[in-house]
């Protein structure tokens, strides 16, 4: 079985631009959630997506956005990017919803390094 | 907020040492995993501890979850250059809130 992939993995953008983080859960996964990993603050969550809907919500401004389409790929968007958005962005999918319980298990991809100059 | 702080931060060992890495809250969890990442990659789940008291046996690891369910411990026997890797703790509760704690990152020489 496949695992989770995530497009690009690395990616340079500029100050007030805007990008799209791509990410293909495993195969019958529905559930799909972001973090954001620095040196700094460690990781952070995002958001996560469960059947094309947005189920949680961290403590991100409404630049992060993101979405989930019927085949449970889900993308990831940051709008005006700052310097401080510079980070690895990492997505994991789950079969039931991962924050339920927290005994869910998560699979990871390997990220998308974003540096913003 | 629930903050999960783990220590030690940073942790340089020789290989055939033994090594004990702490995951603390004020806050109690109804469960806790502990995750490993590598270089390049994204965290992968080592083991899921739900009850106070709980101790699971991984090969070389004991994973151990505090009596009062607010605390955690990875014990890594005779580590190997291959343990190397940032370890994660994370804690569920009530209202799908999940916490990674701080991180340790260690590095086991050959």
């Known amino acids: 079985k496949a695992g989770v992939t995530q497009t690009p993995r690395y990616l340079i953008k500029t100050r007030g631009q805007q990008v799209t983080l791509s990410c293909s859960p495993i195969s019958g996964h529905r559930s799909v959630s972001w973090y954001q990993q620095t040196p700094g603050q460690g990781l952070q969550f995002l958001f996560e997506?469960?059947?094309?809907?947005?189920?949680n919500k961290g403590n991100f401004p409404g630049r992060f956005s993101g979405r989930q389409f019927s085949n449970s790929r889900s993308e990831m968007n940051v709008s005006t990017l700052e310097l401080g958005d510079s980070a690895l962005y990492l997505c994991?999918?789950?079969?039931?919803?991962?924050?339920?319980?927290?005994?869910?298990?998560?699979?990871f991809g390997p990220g998308t390094r974003l540096t913003v100059l | 907020t629930q903050l999960l702080e783990q220590s030690p931060q940073f942790l340089s060992i020789q290989e055939g040492e033994n090594l004990t890495v702490y995951c603390n809250s004020s806050?109690?969890?109804?469960?806790l995993q502990w995750y490993r990442q590598e270089p390049g990659e994204g965290p992968v789940l080592l083991v899921t501890?739900?009850?106070?008291?709980e101790v699971k046996k991984l090969k070389r690891l004991t994973f151990q979850f505090g009596d009062a369910r607010k605390d955690s411990s990875l014990h890594i026997t005779a580590a190997q250059p291959g343990d190397t890797g940032l370890y994660l703790c994370r804690g569920g509760s009530s209202g799908d809130k999940l916490t990674f704690g701080t991180g340790t990152r260690l590095a086991v020489r050959p």
């Open positions: 806050s109690v969890f109804s469960s």
């Open positions: 997506y469960f059947s094309e809907t947005q189920r």
């Open positions: 994991a999918s789950s079969y039931t919803r991962g924050g339920r319980s927290g005994t869910d298990t998560q699979y």
């Open positions: 501890v739900v009850t106070g008291g």
